[in-house]
């Protein structure tokens, strides 16, 4: 089995793979002490050479040789380390060991045996390489030990059993030790490489809370017994009106406003259990924000530990309107279904009113009654459309069906409806008008168009201020042929637990609201193949660029031969 595992790879030599860097670390090393081991032989044969009368060339240039051939490798070679398996890749370093001290032993004629440097090339195959490399380098090196046996033999005439036997017990034992080296080295890649996989896992579920964290509408902080903020997401900053240029970690003391936190932190810690509350955070300059907060302290994983594991308070806020919001949008909801059987109910009766309230008009010449008269017929219609609109809400999901669109000149239509309802109260609402579309054809029936800018115009008249161009109605088509529609008022900003919910049916910020308006008009949008979204936009205006609120209608272009999804209304007319 290989040390480490070869994987095809295209990055430069300069940046290696991670479960390559400690290989190439243990090649660093091996080659730094090759360099060494050069040295330290030059050394010794130049001090010997000294001091000695005979003076033998080869054996310095030997080591001379070995030296330059060591940092050659160690310069040339060391972001490109040889693959683990037998081959000519391991002839510029196991070879070149094995040839250097083989002269080395050969030239020698002294009492010094070089037969001990035989462990360096053995060590380098059985970490660095396979088994078939580290044995064949150990028979390599038993080799040159009975080979050097056979040479003292045959110059000493002596008996050379003994030798033999000594280089036979050698060998044996460099393979045991090459065996065993390679068995350890083995077994540490293959920690090593569980310890990077789940290093890599432990980062990647890291990153997956920390990004399921930082997208969480409630807020979530991270305390310790300082009152020290570790951690905190943007919904939990929001939810403190804390300045976007502090990040964690911060304390909590620093603004008292913050103090009901310490003190269900404080809490928390002391008692060692979970705690539940609900909090007023008075910020200056700030509207108070009802917080529904739960703790959590972090489990403590084993008490036998030498150190002191830290413990820490996980916060989750909760702001008490969405709460509340979410809890009004279930009851309207519920509302709303019983709702829909009731207006289902009442339209036929409506009808037979509206009918009966006709001919009487037939027959009336006052114009006390006549009027009177009329009234019955706008508030007859007015319960019609509200009946109507709830059950639109309950159609939405069970009754889509397919109808041929309607094509109208967006600018004409626009003026229109403009022009019917400013003169509904002309004093009152006044706004900065700009057709600029250039009578672009779109794909939208003109009622329900009625129906859509009439609701963003009844909602920017509720909000924005009493200034001449305090309201901005904005039509225009872009170089692709977009084709959008825009009511702008200077209306304050949504908080962002209303802005979140915008469209949802039956959701509203105002306790008399039914919500179901913007709904109603993404519904119509969505029939027509539009989009409306909403934005917080600046415009000019007579005071300079002012920042409203913004709600755009991007149609459908006229061209597209799609056919528009449709609320399946029933056969009475949309009123």
Known sequence: MPARSIIPDTRPPFSPAPEDRPFLRLWHGFLTGRVMVALALLLLQAIGQVFSQHVDPWMLAVPL??????????????????????????????????????????????????????????????????LMLAWGTT???????????????????????????????????????????????????????????????????????????????DGVLVVDEDNIVRMANPAALRLLNHAPALLPPFSLLQEAAWQPLCMLAQRTFGQGLAQTADATLLSPGHSPVGLHVRCWLTPLHSASQDWEEERLCVMFLHDLRELEARLRTEKLAAMGRMSAAVAHEIRNPLAAIVQANALLDEELHDPVQKRLAQ??????????????????????????????????????????????????????????????????????????????????LDNALRYMSLAPDALQLLTRSNTAGQVSLQVWSDGVRLDQSVERHLFEPFFSSESRSSGLGLYICRELCERHGASISYQRLQRPTARGMIEGNAFTVNFRKAARKERAISLLFDNSPVV
């Not at 040889?82 to 020698?108: E, F, K, M, T």
């Not at 077994?187 to 399921?212: D, K, Y």
């Not at 006044?430 to 859509?452: C, I, K, S, T, Y």
């Open 65 to 130: 040789v070995y030296l330059v051939a060591t940092l050659l490798l160690r310069v040339l070679a060391r972001h490109t380390p040889p693959a683990p398996q037998a081959g000519p890749q391991w002839l510029p370093s196991i070879g070149v060991d094995l040839l250097a001290v083989g002269l080395l032993q050969w030239l020698h004629t002294g009492g010094m045996d070089f037969t001990a440097l035989l462990g360096l090339p053995i060590l380098m195959a059985a970490v660095l390489g396979t």
């Open 139 to 217: 028979a390599a090196a038993t080799l040159l030990l009975l080979g050097w046996a056979w040479w003292l033999g045959e110059q000493s005439g002596s008996d050379p059993a003994p030798r033999y036997l000594q280089a036979a017990l050698t060998g044996t034992g460099y393979f045991i030790v090459a065996f065993l080296v390679h068995q350890l080295s083995t077994r540490l890649v293959r920690e090593s490489q569980v310890a990077q996989h789940n290093r890599r896992a432990a980062q990647m579920q890291r990153q997956v809370s920390t990004l399921v964290i930082e997208n969480l509408n």
């Open 375 to 456: 009234m019955v017929q706008q508030n007859a219609e007015r319960l019609a459309r509200i009946a109507e609109d709830v059950l639109d809400i309950a159609r939405v999901q069970s009754q889509i069906a397919y109808a041929p669109p309607a094509t109208l000149a967006l600018d004409d239509v626009v003026a229109q409806i403009w022009r019917d309802w400013q003169g509904h109260d002309p004093a009152r609402r006044v706004a900065v008008v700009a057709l600029q579309a250039d009578n672009a054809p779109v794909e939208f029936d003109a009622e329900h168009l009625r129906r859509v800018l009439v609701n963003l």
